[in-house]
């Protein structure tokens, strides 16, 4: 079956960097799209990011465009995302999850377990 | 980005009851519409995409119906396992955005 196990997470001073990593196993990872979803507390779901198939095209939210980069490696059926300049709106529980589509993000069908990124001096 | 607002915010009923919850888009998004449970500690599932599919293996008490900017989300008869929060997402934008969420009590 599909699975997705995430590493990463932690604590970071404002300004930070960290980078977040998902292993997939259970479907032909290059056919699909990857996309990042955060969650806090206040503000419910919040998409992040979403990598097309091939990694030829990424998208992001408005709120972390420039300081977010999501990459792909196929040989390995990974996906990361590396945070930089990191803020305190930035914490939160941060998801990797497969879509069901090949160019834009859609129908989300397996998540990961989720990892806490928080940012605080 | 496209705003979708979910009512009610929270909702308590018996077992056995129907629970509604509805989704409202801030513009017309066709059928672009999912519907997740989430249950406390764990990840989001996806119980229907579509507006109205039920993914494999969702029981059939789940159903979805709606199209435009005016959904809908049914329980028909409410059971102790169903005790999550709900949440629709579109998917008509490049900007995929979710409903705040409903939590479902018993």
């Known amino acids: 079956q599909v699975q997705v196990v995430q590493s990463g997470g932690g604590v970071v001073q404002p300004g930070g960097s960290l980078r977040l990593s998902c292993a997939t196993s259970?479907?032909?990872?290059?056919?699909?799209?990857m996309n990042w979803v955060r969650q806090t507390p206040g503000e419910g779901l919040q998409w992040v990011a979403f990598?097309?198939?091939?990694?030829?095209?990424?998208y992001y939210a408005e709120s972390v465009k420039g300081r977010f980069t999501v990459s792909r490696d196929d040989s390995k059926k990974t996906v990361s995302l590396q945070m930089d300049s990191l803020r305190p709106e930035d914490t939160a529980i941060y998801y990797c999850?497969?879509?069901?589509?090949?160019?834009?993000?859609?129908?989300?069908?397996?998540w990961g377990q989720g990892t806490l990124v928080t940012v605080s001096s | 980005d496209i705003q979708m607002t979910q009512s009610p915010s929270s909702v308590s009923a018996s077992v056995g009851d129907r629970v509604t919850i509805t989704c409202q888009a801030s513009?017309?998004?066709?059928?672009?519409l999912n519907w997740y449970q989430q249950k406390q500690g764990e990840a989001p599932k996806l119980l229907i995409y579509?507006?109205?599919d039920l993914d494999t293996g969702v029981p059939s008490r789940f159903s979805g119906s709606g199209s435009g900017t005016d959904f809908t989300f049914t329980i028909s008869s409410l059971q102790a396992a169903d005790v999550a929060t709900y949440y629709c997402?579109?998917?008509?934008?490049?900007?995929?955005?979710f409903g705040g969420g409903t939590k479902v009590e018993i």
């Open positions: 999850a497969k879509d069901r589509a090949r160019l834009f993000g859609s129908i989300i069908d397996s």
């Open positions: 259970g479907f032909t990872f290059s056919d699909y799209g």
């Open positions: 990598i097309q198939y091939d990694g030829n095209e990424k």
């Open positions: 513009q017309a998004i066709s059928n672009y």
């Open positions: 579509g507006a109205s």
């Open positions: 997402q579109q998917y008509h934008d490049v900007s995929l955005t």
